[in-house]
């Protein structure tokens, strides 16, 4: 019995080390967990928005709110160097970057908020230029796609707004329905 205790208690041992050794090889990142997660999303696309990666203006893959719209591999060259023709300045952006932080801070000066927007001003003026040059790239079909799209955008965008002022005003209700005077807390039998 005791012989049979021994194999069984050795059969489980190394049972038990295999597979902490498959378990333990298999993990061969370094990184921690967030770490990890966000160099997963990263390599996905995920997490290159608004402010730099591979997407254009506003976060949109292919710039400018052309997405949607098919593009021959020529055309997709020509928005491609005139996206690299029309960088935006690095200087700008580390300005922006400073004046942004000196907002969420507080205390952000009157020249800073003017500077602000006359970067604003002008990187708008050179998207506007870029978006230009982008459409004169497109078929008449292409925009005509365009422009049902962008249709469909702004009404997208008008149902968004209704929905998040819906939601304000109930908010505001209910917020407004919790602060009850004693009188009214008293008349809907809320008092404890």
Do not use: C, Y
């Amino acid at each position: 019995m005791s012989l049979k205790k021994g194999l069984f208690s050795g059969a489980a041992l190394a049972i038990a080390i295999g597979g902490f050794t498959v378990a333990g090889s298999a993990q061969t990142t370094t990184e921690s967990g967030d770490s990890a997660v966000k160099t997963e999303r990263q390599s996905k696309g995920w997490g290159k928005g608004k402010r730099g990666g591979k997407r254009g203006f506003r976060g949109h893959r292919g710039g400018m709110g052309f997405r949607g719209i098919e593009l021959t591999d020529a055309q997709k060259e020509q928005m491609k160097a005139i996206r690299q023709a029309n960088p935006v300045d690095p200087v700008l952006r580390e300005e922006m970057k400073t004046i942004m932080q000196a907002r969420r801070a507080g205390t952000i000066t009157e020249d800073q908020k003017q500077r602000m927007e006359a970067i604003r001003t002008q990187q708008k003026a050179q998207m506007q230029v870029m978006r230009q040059q982008m459409e004169a790239i497109l078929t008449p079909e292409q925009k005509v796609q365009l422009e049902a799209r962008k249709a469909e955008m702004q009404q997208k965008m008008q149902e968004r707004r209704q929905r998040m002022q819906e939601r304000r005003n109930a908010e505001r209700t209910e917020a407004a329905g919790n602060q009850l005077s004693a009188p009214q807390a008293i008349k809907r039998g809320v008092m404890e």
